[in-house]
């Protein structure tokens, strides 16, 4: 199966940056979309930023103009940069990534790391 590991959440002040990265490991075939989301305590989780094959962008719009997502093909990696961040970005933010395996399709989810943006 594919297993994603996501890295760069943290601390930051208001008006920071931060960006996250989450690598897909696993026998991939072919990966369709890759994404972030989030989730704040009380709160549903919502989409942040989607990016397709294609090279198709999709943005929240809380958080166009400050949120770039970007992926490195051959790491099958997504990242997520993070600037003029504001309290309310504060969450819990979730890779995702759809695809095909040799086995059939696959829709994973990272584990999740925790942005914090307080002074």
């Known amino acids: 199966q594919v297993q994603l590991v996501e890295s760069g959440g943290g601390l930051v002040q208001p008006g920071g940056s931060l960006r996250l990265s989450c690598a897909a490991s696993?026998?991939?075939?072919?990966?369709?979309?890759m994404g972030w989301y989030r989730q704040a305590p009380g709160k549903q989780r919502e989409l942040v930023a989607t990016?397709?094959?294609?090279?198709?962008?999709n943005y929240a719009d809380s958080v166009k103009g400050r949120f770039t997502i970007s992926r490195e093909y051959a790491k099958n990696t997504v990242y997520l940069q993070m600037n003029s961040l504001k309290p309310e970005d504060t969450a819990n933010y979730y890779c995702?990534?759809?695809?095909?395996?040799?086995?059939?399709?696959?829709?994973?989810w990272g584990q999740g790391t925790q942005v914090t943006v307080s002074s």
């Open positions: 995702n990534v759809q695809g095909l395996l040799i086995s059939g399709r696959f829709d994973s």
């Open positions: 696993g026998i991939i075939f072919n990966i369709d979309a």
């Open positions: 990016l397709t094959s294609g090279g198709n962008t």
